[in-house]
Structure formats: C-alpha cells, structure tokens
C-alpha cells in the first residue's frame, strides 16, 4: 500500500544535539511538508518542498534544516539551535497539481532528554 | 492573511448523540476546505472535503457543507458513535506564493463520545 513512513515515533535529544527526523513516501507525490503540532495548537508549517533539491521555509523554519535529494525523502535536522523542540511532528506530501489534498504519516514525538 | 476558526473544546457527547463543530474562516479568492481527523497518537487523515461553493462533503455519516457566504463549513454527524471520540481539524487550502498547496489549520476540537 501506498504511504508516507516517518521514522521514528519516539526520539529523544540531549541538550545542544541534533537530531534527525526521516519522511518517506511511495506516492510519488511532488510536494512534502512538515508540520510542528504543540498541544492545543493547530498544525505550523516548518518547511515544504515541491520539486527535488529545492525546498522553502513555511511559517516557523528557525532552529530546522531540510534537505530534498531524493522525490520520496524529506528528512527534517533539529538543530540545537531550536530551544523548544519538543513536539510532535508530522510529514506530508501531496500531488502538486490543484488543491489535492495533503496525505500524513504517523508522526514523530520528539522530548529533551 | 488566511485564517481558520474553529469552535474550542473538549466537546463530550452521549453515543447516538447529533454532532456539530464549527469552523469558519477568512481566505482572499476560493480556497479549497477540508475536515482531517486524527486518532490518539496517529498522524492526521482526511475526513472529507470541499473544493467550490455549495459543495457538500461526506465520509463516514460526516457532513460538512461549504458555505460561502457565511465563509462557514461546519462538520456534523446525525449520530456519534465511541469510535468517533479524536480530534478534528478544519482547515483551508488558499492560494500562496507557491501555488495552491499551503494548508492553514484551526486549532483543532477534541471529541469524546460517552457510551
């Protein structure tokens, strides 16, 4: 079955590491995006990409790296340089092509050890 | 810019019970809207969506009609089961600097339903 993976579902940092979240799909969809989901919150967008090796940052990008070397990978950097990583996060993607609707994986909750 | 605002929770309903959580937004031209769910511990799925004005979404018993001219598209069910208790998230898909793929989200409305 088709899907996105997001590895892996619990993660823990020490402080002043990095950490990295990995997001892959087998839709061959064009487009991923992370989301950061904080208790109560609604979903922010920390950074999407709609083609291979080319990426933007989304409304909360400070303290995360991206790369997109690969369509079906989307892998997210928690810097140390992010003071409040601890949250749950969520990968996307869809087809860059009308308002498709965006497709998730199970998430990855990242605490500070 | 794009915004969504839905109705705050925790929302707990008897099973059987008829269900409405309100969403109602403010976007610039004709966004494509969206009701996502999402289980305990699990990414979010899609309900149900709206792609024009007028159009009605529907999966699983839920409704959810876009309603332009009260910029409204409330989701509802005519009877709620336990294995609806999650948490639901209205959203907008407007139209950004990089297309149309940019999904704004309300805050989210927890449901639990009581047997």
């Known amino acids: 079955d088709g899907g996105i993976t997001q590895s892996p579902k619990y993660l823990f940092r020490k402080e002043g590491q990095n950490v990295t979240l990995s997001c892959e799909q087998n839709?061959?969809?064009?487009?991923m995006y992370w989301y950061r989901q904080d208790p109560g919150q609604g979903l922010r967008l920390i950074y999407y990409?709609?083609?291979?090796?080319?990426?933007q940052k989304g409304d909360i990008a400070e303290g995360y790296s991206v790369s997109r070397e690969k369509k079906e990978s989307f892998p997210l950097t928690v810097t140390s340089a992010q003071k409040n990583p601890t949250a749950f996060y969520l990968c996307?993607?869809?087809?860059?092509?009308?308002?498709?609707?965006?497709?998730f994986g199970d998430g990855t909750r990242l605490s500070i050890l | 810019g794009d915004s969504v605002t839905q109705m705050e929770g925790p929302v707990t309903l008897s099973e059987e019970a008829f269900l409405t959580i309100n969403c109602t937004y403010t976007a610039t031209g004709y966004p494509s809207l969206f009701w996502y769910v999402q289980y305990p511990g699990e990414g979010l799925q899609l309900l149900l969506k709206?792609?024009?004005?007028?159009d009605k979404g529907s999966n699983k018993g839920f409704e959810a009609t876009y309603r332009k001219e009260t910029t409204s598209f409330h989701l509802e069910k005519g009877s709620v089961q336990v294995s609806d208790s999650a948490v639901y998230f209205c959203?907008?898909?407007?139209?950004?600097?990089?297309?149309?793929?940019?999904?704004?989200f309300g805050t989210g409305t927890r449901l639990t339903i009581i047997p």
């Open positions: 839709l061959n969809h064009d487009a």
């Open positions: 709206a792609t024009k004005a007028d």
């Open positions: 996307a993607s869809n087809a860059a092509n009308g308002n498709q609707p965006q497709h």
């Open positions: 990409s709609q083609i291979v090796n080319d990426f």
């Open positions: 959203a907008l898909m407007g139209v950004s600097n990089f297309g149309n793929e940019k999904l704004t």
